[in-house]
């Protein structure tokens, strides 16, 4: 089991199918965690349905003390193990990363939902990369922080996902919509493209 941000995750089979089991606690002193879990992760997961370049999400367990939510195992680890190892993969390659991320976002967005944490930790690939082939997708994850867009385009003016990658009108205050996402795309696609991390301090 490893710890994450929001949760526990198990690697573990479910009807011989190798999955990842996220176990959010639920304290008694939040009982209102269990709707927002369910309005969030869960709700915006399920309508999204079976999409290439999304983790598939297959289901969830509700107990008194925790929520499991139940995904897909990918086996190529996340995009962040290819900073500082621009060498192992070529150009090709990390744009083929980039067009699968765009088309994950583009999907999301189609479905009226916010993704509000994209990053390098939250795409994993379906396999590791070999040599120069293009024989892997990366796949969207983690929708702990996402909400629906209303109408108008304007979501929430509450503080999520990973500051550093938020856009300025996350910091609070005015709505803000759909484009947040393609905000922290850019930064993700530039440190995946140079190999250094955003406003990191380590010098190259």
């Known amino acids: 089991a490893l710890e994450g941000s929001t949760g526990t995750l198990i690697f573990a089979k479910l009807g011989g199918v190798d999955v990842i089991v996220k176990e959010i606690s639920l304290p008694a002193t939040e009982p209102h965690k269990v709707n927002l879990i369910k309005c969030r992760e869960i709700y915006q997961m399920a309508k999204l349905g079976d ?17 499991k939510i139940i995904i897909e195992r990918a086996y190529g680890g996340d995009l962040r193990k290819f900073y500082d190892t621009t060498d192992k993969i070529n ?82 205050g005015q709505a803000f919509t759909t484009a947040v996402d393609i905000w922290a795309f850019a930064f993700m696609a530039y440190e995946l493209l140079s190999g250094k991390e955003a406003y990191s301090d380590k010098k190259y």
Not at 51 to 67: A, L, T
Not at 118 to 135: H, Y
């Open 91 to 172: 150009l090709k390659q990390k744009v083929k990363m980039m067009l699968d991320v765009a088309t994950g976002i583009e999907v999301i967005h189609k479905f009226g939902v916010i993704h509000r944490d994209i990053k390098a930790g939250n795409v994993a690939l379906d396999k590791e990369v070999q040599g120069d082939s293009l024989d892997f997708t990366a796949k969207i994850l983690d929708f702990g922080v996402a909400r629906e867009a209303d109408m108008s385009g304007g979501a929430t003016t509450h503080v999520s996902g990973t500051i550093k990658y938020n856009a300025p009108e996350q910091g609070g």
């Open 51 to 67: 999409q290439k370049n999304i983790i598939r999400f297959i289901g969830w367990i509700q107990k008194p003390d925790c929520i």
